[in-house]
């Protein structure tokens, strides 16, 4: 939807597909880091955020079992930026939409393509539905499972299981929550993060060897059974835990997709081209960098289609393999239980990097 909408706004006729006739994403929250608040202010979208999510200046560590241990005070990357936020999946897939809407792009649901074939200076495309067409381009966005990266790039992989599981539960806000809150030292690593006035989620990182899929109704008895051990805030939210509570598991895939991430005139963008684990919280980040990259190379006077497809490729290929690295580093360093003190100066490190402009 950021790739469409910065596009459209350039006065290109863009077709979006989504293959979901629904339209919609899961019930879960989503942590918004300063890099990807950053990007959002380039899409226009901060105050939209703002409204709609929650921003803060702090996140608070405390042990698992509710002993607070230290502050981390996170500075604004840029001036008016926030440092931090949060926001419910659902209502930031609708400010998306609504963005879509406003500039007039012609949505199609329930449709997906079943044939790419490049051609000079196009792609001819088929869709599921009979429908076909002739692009100028074709920008594959659509997810870490891409249909259009099964279709036109088979020197693809799939991208592996990490090792972890990664627990989320929404819900309402503790009423001593102030900021973001990290749970760390136990087996299971855990946070909260406010979404909005009244909402927060939980993750939780389980070790998750067997890629297990836990059918819904026996997820609020294990998320109970793994947080056991926990005090403080992430207590009480687990003490809410109720059969109706909005909770959803995932054993963890990512990876970087080789290069090169264009066909043609055939382009992966997201999840479709760089995956990565939630450990460091930068996927939709990534995905709305990549789409603002993209709009920056294809503008540029003079230029080539192609030859913006290889420019973006060469600014986001360094940048995603690191974050997408780091973040399955931190899983593994979970995993083993590394000393906090080689977990925190990794996180510190990639945290920087993760800040740099892109
Ligand atoms: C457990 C978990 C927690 C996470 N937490 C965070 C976090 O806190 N912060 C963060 O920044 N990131 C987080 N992420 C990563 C983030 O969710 C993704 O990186 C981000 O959603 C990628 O956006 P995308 O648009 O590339 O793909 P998606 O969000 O997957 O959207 C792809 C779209 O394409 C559509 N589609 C799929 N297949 C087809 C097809 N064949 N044809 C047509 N349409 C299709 C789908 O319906 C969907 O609308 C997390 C990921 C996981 C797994």
Not at 19 to 23: I, N
Not at 77 to 83: D, K, Q, R, T
Not at 141 to 145: E, G, K, P, T, V
Not at 172 to 177: C, G, V
């Given at each position: 939807m950021a790739t469409a909408v910065l596009l459209a706004k350039r006065g290109i006729f863009v077709d979006l597909i989504d293959?979901?006739?629904?339209?919609k994403v899961s019930g879960a929250g989503i942590t918004i880091t300063g890099p990807t608040l950053r990007g959002y202010q380039r899409l226009g979208m901060l105050d939209d955020i703002k409204a709609h999510g929650a921003v803060t200046a702090k996140t608070s560590i405390f042990h698992f079992s509710g002993q607070w241990v230290r502050d981390l005070d996170e500075l604004p990357?840029?001036?008016?930026?926030?440092?931090h936020g949060g926001i419910m999946r659902p209502v930031l897939h609708q400010l998306m939409q609504e963005r879509v809407h406003a500039a007039k792009i012609p949505v199609r649901l329930g449709i997906t393509v079943t044939a790419l074939t490049p051609k000079p200076g196009g792609v001819d495309v088929m869709f599921n539905d009979g429908s076909n067409g002739t692009y100028d381009l074709v920008v594959g966005?659509?997810?870490?499972?891409s249909g259009v990266r099964a279709l036109a790039f088979p020197h693809a992989i799939d991208p592996p299981y990490t090792g972890q599981g990664c627990w989320r539960i929404s819900c309402?806000?503790?009423?001593?929550?102030v900021h973001g809150e990290f749970y760390l030292g136990g087996d299971y690593p855990a946070g909260i993060t406010q979404c909005s006035a009244d909402d927060v989620y939980l993750w939780l990182l389980e070790p998750d060897a067997a890629h297990e899929h836990i059918p819904d109704e026996a997820l609020p008895a294990r998320l109970r059974a793994l947080m056991a051990g926990f005090g403080g805030n992430a207590g009480w939210i687990r003490d809410q835990i109720h059969e109706g509570s909005v909770i959803n598991y995932r054993p963890l895939k990512a990876a970087i997709q080789?290069?090169?991430?264009?066909n043609g005139r055939i382009v992966l963008l997201g999840d479709a081209a760089h995956a990565t684990t939630p450990h460091l919280a930068s996927g939709a980040g990534m995905a709305v960098e990549s789409a603002l990259v993209l709009d920056e190379e294809l503008a540029v006077s003079g230029r080539q289609i192609e030859d913006g497809l290889a420019a973006y490729q060469a600014r986001r290929f360094p940048r995603c393999k690191d974050i997408i690295e780091s973040s399955i580093e931190i899983g593994r360093m979970q995993l083993r239980h590394a000393a906090p003190a080689e977990h925190t100066a990794f996180v510190d490190a990639a945290l920087l990097r993760l800040a740099q402009s892109y």
């Open positions: 293959l979901d006739p629904a339209w990357l840029e001036e008016g930026v926030p440092a966005a659509d997810s870490i499972f309402p806000k503790p009423p001593s929550l080789p290069m090169p991430w264009f």
